[in-house]
Structure formats: structure tokens, C-alpha cells
Antibody, heavy 117, light 112 residues
Framework: QVQLRESGPRLVKPSGTLSLTCVVSGVSISSSNWWSWVRQPPGQGLEWIGEIYHSGTTNYNPSLKSRLTMSIDNSKNQFSLRLTSVTAADTALYYCTRRDYYTSPNWGQGTLVIVSS | EIVMTQSPLSLPVTPGEAASISCRSS???????????LEWYLQKPGQSPQVLIY???TRASGVPDRFSGSTSGTDFTLKISRVEAEDVGVYYCMQALQTPFTFGGGTKVEIK
């Protein structure tokens, strides 16, 4: 079955760069799926960050677009997120997800990232 | 962006009774393929969100049939026919038609 696993530093300094990777198993990342990131600040709701297709086409949340870069590595079956100039407001659980047009989405278990000096 | 308005904020329920959660979108979520791109998630305490319903009314694999989703224009409803203790948590709706995808504010379901 499809599984997604997030990984990356748990602690990032303010003004630094948050980098996360999502390793995908059970499906080729080159298949017709959109790969995305969602985050959830502690005790708050969910926010969609952005998505990437295997071709490299991206859609970003306008609220994060100026600081956000997503990339995909077809050879490693993984995709990544890079968020620059982070502040405490970027502290959150970060989830990676898979979706297509007709089947049930899949989510990873999430990874907590804390922005603090 | 499409705004998702979810209600109620909190829903105390009695085991064995029915419950429903509403979600209204600011625009139609109907794709040209005939599907409504509306998903329902349950986030149990300490867990990641799990998908219950996608395409407006299709139950995800392994989801009990006491959960159902329905659509009326831009109004969406999640119904639990007979609530069980394991159904507690926060329920979210999410539109997946137009980026940026957006979520409702959540409904916290708890046992009375």
C-alpha cells in the first residue's frame, strides 16, 4: 500500500531555512499523482502549503509562495519542501500527502518542526 | 480562494445516536467530470488526519459504513448514523477543486 514518511530537522533557527523530505513507497512518484504538503500549528487547524507533480509543475499557497520551493526526485522516489526566512509562526506539524483525481488521498504521519533559537 | 465554513464548532454526542456536521463552500466544488472535490477527515487525539470521505460521498477504504457524505449545491454534510466512542476527535472538511486547497475550521466531537 502507499506509504509516505516525512523527515527533516526538528529544530530550525529563526530566519533560517526549513527543509523536509517525504519518502514515498508503494507507488512510483513518477505516476499521475500530485504530491503535497499540509501543516498544522500546535492546537490549530490545517493549512495547505503546496503541491508538485512528477513533471516538476508546482502550485503554491500564495501566503507562502515567496518563501517556498518544492522539488521532486524521481530517482529516489521522494519529494521535498524548502521554506526560507522562518519565524515562530512556521512551527507546526508538517504532513506530506498524495492525491490524484479519483482515489482516496494518502497522508504521512507528520513531523514536528519547531522554530526557535 | 475558496472559503470553507464548517459548523458546529463543538458537537457533544451520545453513543448510539446520530450526528451530523456541515460544511459550506464559497464556490461550487463541482468539477467538469461530475465529481465534487470535497473531502472529510477525522483527526483523533495525537494522530494525523485520516480520510473518511472523498469525492463528496465516497467512503475511503476501511471506513465504517456508519459514516456518509452528501452534497446539496455548495452545502456538504457528514453524517454518523450511530456514534461510537472511537469517533471522538476533530473533523475537517477540505476542498480539493482549486488551489490553494482550503480546510474548514474543524468540528470537535466529544462524548457527552
Amino acid at each position: 500500500q502507499v506509504q509516505l514518511r516525512e523527515s527533516g530537522p526538528r529544530l530550525v533557527k529563526p530566519s533560517g531555512t526549513l527543509s523536509l523530505t517525504c519518502v514515498v513507497s508503494g507507488v512510483s512518484i513518477s505516476s499521475s499523482n500530485w504530491w503535497s504538503w499540509v501543516r498544522q500549528p500546535p492546537g490549530q487547524g490545517l493549512e495547505w502549503i503546496g503541491e508538485i507533480y512528477h513533471s516538476g509543475t508546482t502550485n503554491y499557497n500564495p501566503s507562502l509562495k515567496s518563501r517556498l520551493t518544492m522539488s521532486i526526485d524521481n530517482s529516489k522516489n521522494q519529494f521535498s519542501l524548502r521554506l526560507t526566512s522562518v519565524t515562530a509562526a512556521d512551527t507546526a506539524l508538517y504532513y506530506c500527502t498524495r492525491r490524484d483525481y479519483y482515489t482516496s488521498p494518502n497522508w504521512g504521519q507528520g513531523t514536528l518542526v519547531i522554530v526557535s533559537s | 480562494e475558496i472559503v470553507m465554513t464548517q459548523s458546529p464548532l463543538s458537537l457533544p454526542v451520545t453513543p448510539g445516536e446520530a450526528a451530523s456536521i456541515s460544511c459550506r463552500s464559497s464556490e461550487s466544488l463541482l468539477h467538469s467530470n461530475g465529481y465534487n472535490y470535497l473531502e472529510w477527515y477525522l483527526q483523533k487525539p495525537g494522530q494525523s488526519p485520516q480520510v473518511l470521505i472523498y469525492l463528496g460521498s465516497t467512503r475511503a477504504s476501511g471506513v465504517p459504513d456508519r459514516f456518509s457524505g452528501s452534497t446539496s449545491g455548495t452545502d456538504f454534510t457528514l453524517k454518523i448514523s450511530r456514534v461510537e466512542a472511537e469517533d471522538v476527535g476533530v473533523y475537517y472538511c477540505m476542498q480539493a477543486l482549486q488551489t490553494p486547497f482550503t480546510f474548514g475550521g474543524g468540528t470537535k466531537v466529544e462524548i457527552k
